[in-house]
């Protein structure tokens, strides 16, 4: 009897034992199963970097007058321009849909108007270029970022938000906003186009800017085009043959290799 009660005694402590090794099999399991990128030891995965979209970016001398290549530090500066409004929003609901800074590029170059030994506005002597309706220097800028919603929110984004006001660094702003006819690029790739204009400062030393927007999207990247001009005369809601052109080249530039 005693040797018997000497076995039962010794096999109760492998069942214990058996049993605390399943549970960080189980656990693995459902880590494996239900949460991506957990780690079974408490360390937690980061997700992989977003790809970069330079490589998918539109070429310097696809713009009618060149472009430069914004530094990738920078290019956090050029989607709050760009994608903005950035700053304080009121009513707060006016954020434009947003984009994703991991992997986003961008180029900026002049406008017609801003050709040196050009008058602004008045296009090339040779009438090759039309006007860009400029009053004053211009810019293109070309945005490529990984979005997160599809075209449709800037449906809603425009009904809701035909004017609103900014706050940035201490500046406000006065936007007007309403959509333009947006034109079409093939492939099965989404298009609108926006009109913005915005009025810093107070009588007497108001700044006004018209910025005239195109976008592409497809796949989940978002393509803009931005051209913005400054002065009372520009009208943003005019869509130039220099951007038009330039967006077509970028969402070919943005989808070669998908059909």
Do not use: K
């Not at 018997?4 to 880590?31: E, F, K, N, Q, W």
């Not at 970069?52 to 430069?68: C, E, I, N």
């Not at 050009?118 to 090759?128: I, K, L, R, V």
């Amino acid at each position: 009897m005693g040797s018997l009660t000497m076995m039962t005694t010794h096999r109760r402590p492998p069942t214990a034992v058996s049993s605390r090794r399943r549970v960080p099999v189980i656990v693995g399991a459902l880590c494996a199963l239900l949460l991506p990128g957990c780690s079974v030891d408490g360390q937690a995965q980061s997700a992989p970097p977003a790809e970069s979209l330079a490589p998918r970016l539109v070429s310097a001398d696809s713009f009618p007058h060149g472009a430069s290549r914004v530094p990738e530090p920078a290019v956090a500066a050029v989607i709050a321009d760009v994608a903005g409004p950035s700053g304080t929003v009121d009513p707060s609901s006016c954020r434009a849909p947003g984009v994703e800074a991991a992997g986003a590029a961008a180029n900026v170059g002049p406008d017609a108007g801003s050709e040196p030994g050009s008058t602004p506005g008045s296009g090339s002597s040779d009438g090759s270029r039309p006007s860009t309706g400029a009053m004053g220097t211009g810019n293109l800028t070309v945005l490529i970022a990984y979005a997160p919603s599809g075209l449709d929110a800037f449906d809603d984004y425009v009904s809701r938000c035909g004017r609103f006001a900014t706050t940035t660094a201490g500046a406000g702003s006065q936007i007007t906003l309403r959509a333009l006819s947006a034109p079409a690029v093939g492939g099965g790739t989404d298009t609108r186009a926006l009109a913005r204009t915005v009025t810093t400062g107070g009588p007497g030393r108001a700044m006004t800017y018209a910025i005239t927007t195109l976008i592409a999207q497809r796949d989940g990247v978002r393509v803009y085009v931005e051209h913005r001009r400054q002065g009372a005369g520009a009208d943003a809601g005019q869509i130039g043959a220099e951007p038009e052109a330039l967006l077509r080249r970028a969402a070919a530039a943005a989808w070669r290799d998908r059909g």
